[in-house]
């Protein structure tokens, strides 16, 4: 449960609502809920929110970058409202303390998370949206994402997996695959996953890291860098990308 003053999360928000009760409910997780009974969580102004700052991200962007294609405009969107970067925005906002958990999510540092972080953030997007409408939303997103929608902004480069993926796809007309070959077992181990990078039969190269995403990225990345040191991959299953 939270103790943290209201005010101060409307000051960072830069709204203060009028009906208070909307900002109570968006900072209700549903654990919280599910322990208060006849409380409502803010799963449906999630929902909302989300819809809500994915138009008007992608607006901004559409206006401030005329010259992208949709591919690159795709891409700047995700990085912005998927959940790792309203996660980073909750944080950035302090969001955290202001969350009413369930006790056992507390304990288990729900605070923290970026599932419950960026959903919270989503909820309290949907809340200011019902409450005074598009206007303080957009002004939110102007102010917390004006580096990405900047004129002359950088484009959002292809994460390593998606690069390695539409290269084999071009290429050779298969997806490649990811092969767990090492577990360590050590939480917290920075190389704790040993995953390969495969086409068809063929090891491309393999990735380390301290969970199953992070190495096969790793691997895609490095097998891409050696793409022009294989030829037409050996016969074998075809497999999707994972994640």
């Not at 969580?41 to 901004?60: K, P, Q």
Request: aromatic fraction near 6%; charged fraction near 25%.
């Amino acid at each position: 449960m939270s103790g943290a003053p209201v005010e101060e999360l409307e000051e960072a928000l830069g709204y203060r609502f009028r009906d208070p009760s909307l900002l109570d409910t968006a900072l209700a997780h549903s654990s919280y809920a599910h322990e208060a009974g006849a409380i409502e969580s803010n799963e449906r102004l999630e929902f909302l929110g989300d819809a809500v700052i994915g138009l008007v991200c992608a607006h901004l962007l559409y206006a401030a970058h005329p010259d992208w294609p949709e591919g690159d405009l795709t891409r700047a969107l995700h990085a912005l409202v998927d959940r790792s970067g309203l996660a980073a925005l909750a944080r950035r906002l302090d969001v955290g303390p202001h969350l009413r958990l369930g006790r056992t999510e507390v304990e288990s540092g729900g605070l923290d998370k970026d599932s419950i972080l960026g959903d919270g953030m989503e909820a309290l997007l949907g809340a200011m949206y019902l409450d005074g409408g598009i206007a303080p939303v957009e002004a939110l997103a102007r102010r917390a994402f004006k580096d990405a929608i900047a004129a002359g902004a950088p484009r959002v480069e292809l994460d390593p997996k998606t690069r390695f993926q539409e290269f084999t796809m071009a290429e050779f007309g298969v997806f490649p695959t990811y092969r767990l070959v090492c577990d360590s077992g050590v939480e917290g181990d920075a190389l704790r996953f040993s995953v390969e990078a495969c086409v068809g039969d063929d090891v491309w190269a393999e990735g380390h890291g301290r969970s199953k995403r992070v190495a096969e990225r790793a691997a895609a990345e490095a097998a891409y860098a050696r793409r022009a040191d294989f030829p037409a991959p050996a016969h074998g299953p075809e497999g999707g990308a994972d994640g």
